[in-house]
């Protein structure tokens, strides 16, 4: 079974500083890996996903995340960051042989200070 | 292109209440999900469908929850009876097709609040 852990519930950063949210996957089969972003009041929007192409995988809004198979981790990262990425981030990933369900991890709300 | 379309945005009743929350999908999208979101969770899949059909609805709680997708385009989730437990957010996403790397677009979610 696939299971996705997001390590901190909360992150807050500077604007213009490093931003990090980290996630781990269980998967017993080639996972496609997945972060999607929520601002407040509305739905989910992809950020980028992985699908066994490049390991290192560019997204919307200068995110990207590397898909590391060794440590088992997806972690998003973006170089500096804005005000306008305060939201709640969600890691996914796709359970094989289940027509795409996503199985999401319990989220990390970003904060940005000025 | 629009986006995937829910309705009502929000929804206010009392314990024991049925309720209902329409969704309508990216056109062409085959494929339906409804996911159930708690607060401060990841969301969590209800039920999946292939066009007209329910291929995943192990975890649809079938004693009060029942859901349809008629022609195989919008669909309507239902709650009867309504109980506190179930005040969360009922997001609806669809996709071109099912396959594991396939995009899930998702809608704003309707936000449920049983007293």
């Known amino acids: 079974a696939q299971s996705v852990t997001q390590l901190g519930s909360h992150v807050s950063v500077s604007e213009g500083a490093l931003v990090l949210l980290r996630c781990n996957y269980s998967?017993?089969?080639?996972?496609?890996l997945f972060w999607y972003v929520q601002y407040p009041n509305q739905g989910l929007q992809l950020l980028l996903k992985?699908?066994?192409?490049?390991?290192l995988v560019k997204g919307i809004n200068g995110f990207e995340a590397e898909f590391k198979k060794s440590e088992t981790s997806f972690h998003l990262t973006k170089p500096s960051a804005h005000m306008s990425d305060a939201a709640e981030y969600f890691c996914?990933?796709?359970?094989?042989?289940?027509?795409?369900?996503?199985?999401f991890g319990q989220g990390t709300e970003l904060s940005v200070k000025p | 292109e629009a986006g995937v379309v829910q309705s009502p945005r929000y929804k206010i009743i009392e314990k024991k209440q049925p309720v209902a929350f329409w969704c309508n999908p990216i056109?062409?999208?085959?494929?339906l999900y409804w996911y159930l979101q708690n607060l401060g969770q990841g969301p969590e899949l209800l039920i999946r469908?292939?066009?007209?059909?329910?291929?995943?609805d192990s975890q649809l709680p079938k004693d009060r929850f029942s859901a349809e997708r008629l022609k195989g385009v919008d669909s309507t989730l239902k709650i009867q009876p309504a109980e506190l437990g179930d005040s969360a957010v009922y997001l609806c996403?669809?996709?071109?097709?099912?396959?594991?790397?396939?995009?899930?677009?998702f809608g704003p979610g309707t936000r449920l609040t049983v007293l």
């Open positions: 992985y699908t066994s192409a490049a390991t």
């Open positions: 469908y292939e066009n007209e059909e329910a291929v995943d």
């Open positions: 996914a990933v796709s359970a094989s042989n289940q027509g795409g369900k996503l199985i």
């Open positions: 996403a669809s996709s071109l097709l099912a396959g594991q790397g396939d995009t899930q677009y």
């Open positions: 056109s062409g999208h085959n494929t």
């Open positions: 998967s017993s089969v080639p996972p496609y």
